[in-house]
């Protein structure tokens, strides 16, 4: 800090869910007193550089749309139902307690490319949790990167400013149109609503960590979405090559395979007839994956 002197500092590191479910004592330490640290740095300083923290949707918690259809906004209160989520709240609360000028940018689903080199056992059950008719809303990688490089150029306008970061609404979806239109991206096809299970409008913890987002706000201070929908996933299906080629080609097996999987999966887990996703998440790895009912 004292070497290179910055004017800002936008602090992205994060050990993010579904592997910080795994460990969530090392993830605490990463993602709330590793941000400790920072800000403690940072006030050493004598001219305290601007922090601009990468925040998630998942403070927000399970977001029922039959109870709660409006969006979200910076001003809607947290309430985590995951352990992430909570490593976030309290990292936030580090932050505006620090003294320092800051910018919190909450990031909806950011969607890229080399995605795809996440999607092990961990990445795979959180997916199969999610209900196919939760609330998404995407961003596109480059979209996102720019929110944070504009953040920092724009520092008088953003200082202090809770800000909520995802793309225009093209990137509105639901769970099975989103996961279905990346699927096709990737020249695998579209599996259907019925590939996975729908949440319960009766439960408000029967459902994701997502929601729509209302931009306006972000999008007039910081330009950022320069992006539509079809736009990154052309960008997948660029990126895929050859290898998008040969799944288009496969495609008719592997789509009926890969819903007979999952028909097994959700029978050995015993699960019923809605996504119930945080009961799922809770048995995989165990209690300390969630947050307290009462935070």
């Not at 209160?77 to 932050?95: C, H, R, T």
Request: aromatic residues 6%; charged residues 20%.
């Amino acid at each position: 800090m004292a070497r290179h002197r910055p004017t800002a500092i936008v602090h992205l590191a994060a050990i993010v869910s579904p592997p910080s479910y795994r460990d969530p004592r090392l993830a605490r330490k990463v993602n709330v007193e590793g941000t400790r640290n920072l800000l403690r740095a940072a006030q050493s300083r004598s001219d305290p550089p601007l922090f601009v923290f990468a925040s998630s949707a998942a403070v927000y918690g399970s977001r029922n749309p039959h109870r709660q259809p409006e969006r979200i906004t910076a001003a809607t209160p947290v309430n985590p139902i995951d352990q992430y989520g909570q490593d976030k709240v309290l990292a936030e609360a580090a932050l505006t307690q620090s003294g320092l000028p800051y910018a919190i940018l909450r990031l909806g689903g950011v969607i890229s490319p080399d995605g795809s080199a996440n999607l092990d056992a961990d990445y795979l059950l959180l997916v199969r949790a999610t209900p196919t008719d939760n609330r998404m809303h995407a961003v596109d990688a480059r979209d996102a990167a720019l929110a944070f490089a504009n953040a920092v150029d724009r520092r008088e306008a953003v200082d202090g400013k809770v800000l909520v970061i995802a793309g225009n609404d093209t990137y509105v979806h639901l769970m099975s149109d989103l996961q279905d239109d990346v699927m096709a991206a990737v020249g695998i096809g579209r599996l259907g609503p019925t590939a996975g299970l729908p949440g319960n409008p009766e439960d408000d913890r029967g459902w994701c960590f997502t929601g729509w987002f209302d931009t306006s706000g972000s999008q007039a201070l910081l330009g950022y979405q320069e992006h539509d929908w079809s736009d990154t996933l052309a960008w997948i299906a660029a990126e895929m090559g050859r290898r998008r080629t040969v799944l288009k080609a496969l495609g008719p097996v592997i789509r009926p395979a890969i819903r007979a999987l999952l028909d097994v999966q959700r029978r050995l887990e015993h699960r019923g007839p809605y996504a119930d996703p945080w009961a799922l998440i809770g048995t995989k790895y165990g209690r300390d994956a969630l947050a307290p009912t009462t935070f």
